[in-house]
């Protein structure tokens, strides 16, 4: 019974193409987040959905865009991949917003060639 | 959010105690401290957190210095699994930038 899952795990594409990344909680939570973690291991958050709104979005390209279509999900999809965006996202989420207690997902490997 | 400093890695034997040091001077009368940790290859995992008091839970105990400069967090017995990199974070409720920084890569050697 995975509680925060994402798909696919590992991703490989070239540049200048447009991926997904999927996000389902099963915790009944109402606050889902998306973090970056680069090569040197610092995880930065990005976007925080509450109840499907929108309540963090952090410094990050317009080519990145965060999808919620339900309390259990958020999406996201980034447009136009460049060299840099590659890292590991993990997906997150917890009961109330800005929740010290989080869940994180296995994270999905993207690597842009 | 305050900074933290947090050793980058320390080694400790299956069985014994593992006490992950973390100095935080800068820490406001808010923000709390919280413990995270990323096993490799999975997402990270709360352990614990604290303002003041020393905290205790299943999986460990936070001791907070008086002045709230620094903490120390305790794995009572420490088995071959608690091999991860430790994250020290302070924060406070009312703000979210959760930034995890470099952490302490702990090794439990058999």
């Known amino acids: 019974d995975t509680a925060v899952s994402q798909t696919p795990k590992y991703l490989v594409t070239q540049m200048g193409n447009d991926k997904s990344i999927k996000c389902e909680q099963n915790?009944?939570?109402?606050?889902m987040y998306w973090y970056k973690q680069d090569s040197k291991k610092f995880l930065k958050i990005m976007f925080s959905y509450n109840n499907k709104e929108l309540i963090i979005n952090e410094t990050v390209p317009n080519r990145f865009s965060p999808k919620s279509p339900d309390k259990a999900h958020l999406n996201l999809h980034i447009n136009s991949l460049e060299l840099g965006d590659s890292a590991v996202y993990f997906c997150?989420?917890?009961?109330?917003?800005?929740?010290?207690?989080?869940?994180f997902g296995p994270g999905t490997r993207l690597t842009v060639t | 959010d305050a900074k933290t400093t947090q050793p980058t890695s320390m080694d400790c034997a299956e069985g014994r105690a593992a006490n992950l040091p973390c100095n935080h001077s800068t820490i406001s009368g808010n923000e709390y401290v919280y413990w995270y940790r990323q096993i490799h290859s999975q997402g990270p995992q709360y352990i614990i957190h604290g303002l003041k008091n020393n905290e205790t839970n299943e999986m460990a105990s936070l001791i907070i210095t008086e002045d709230r400069k620094s903490s120390t967090l305790i794995l009572p017995h420490a088995t071959l699994r608690d091999t991860a990199v430790y994250y020290c974070i302070v924060r406070n409720t009312g703000g979210f930038k959760t930034i995890f920084g470099a952490g302490t890569r702990l090794f439990v050697k058999a």
């Open positions: 915790l009944g939570h109402d606050t």
């Open positions: 997150a989420s917890s009961q109330v917003p800005v929740s010290y207690e989080q869940y």
